[in-house]
C-alpha cells in the first residue's frame, strides 16, 4: 500500500513540484490545499501518513494549522516546508510535534530523504537543502 501524502502550500508552484516529485517516487498524493482551513478540512477528510506544511499560509500560519493537525490526529506525520529558515520559528514547529523542517529551496533528493525517513518512524534531523 502506498503511503498517503497531503501538501500544503499557497503556492500552486510550490504544490505541482511536490506533488511530481512525490508521485514519480511512488507515493500518492490524497490532496493539496492552498490555505490553513482547507488544510485543516483535508487532513480530516483524507486522514494522510504524512503533510508537507508551508508555514506561511494566506489565513493562518503553518504552525497554528500544525496544532489543530496535532489535536485530531496525533500520529501524522508533518513536515514543514518553508523559505523562512530562523532558528527560531524551526525550533518553536519542531517543539509542536512536526517530524521535521525542510527550507526552500529544496532538491528533490532532500524532501524525498526527509518524506522517507519520516514515514519510517526514523528521525529527520531540521534540514536545509
Do not use: H
Not at 504544490?15 to 485543516?40: F, P
Not at 512536526?98 to 529527520?124: C, H, M, R
Amino acid at each position: 500500500m502506498k503511503n498517503r501524502i497531503l501538501i500544503v502550500d499557497d503556492s500552486f508552484y510550490m504544490r505541482t513540484m511536490l506533488k511530481n516529485m512525490l508521485t514519480d517516487a511512488g507515493y500518492e498524493v490524497v490532496g493539496e490545499a492552498a490555505n490553513g482551513q482547507q488544510a485543516l478540512e483535508m487532513a480530516s477528510a483524507t486522514r494522510p501518513d504524512l503533510i508537507t506544511l508551508d508555514v506561511i499560509l494566506p489565513d493562518n500560519t503553518g504552525l497554528d494549522v500544525l496544532k489543530g493537525i496535532r489535536l485530531e490526529q496525533p500520529d501524522v506525520k508533518v513536515v514543514m516546508c518553508s523559505a523562512v529558515g530562523q532558528e527560531v520559528i524551526v525550533n518553536e514547529a519542531l517543539e509542536s510535534g512536526a517530524t521535521a523542517y525542510i527550507v526552500k529551496p529544496f532538491s528533490e533528493e532532500k524532501v524525498l530523504e526527509i518524506v522517507g525517513g519520516a514515514l519510517q518512524n526514523q528521525d529527520s534531523d531540521s534540514s536545509e537543502a
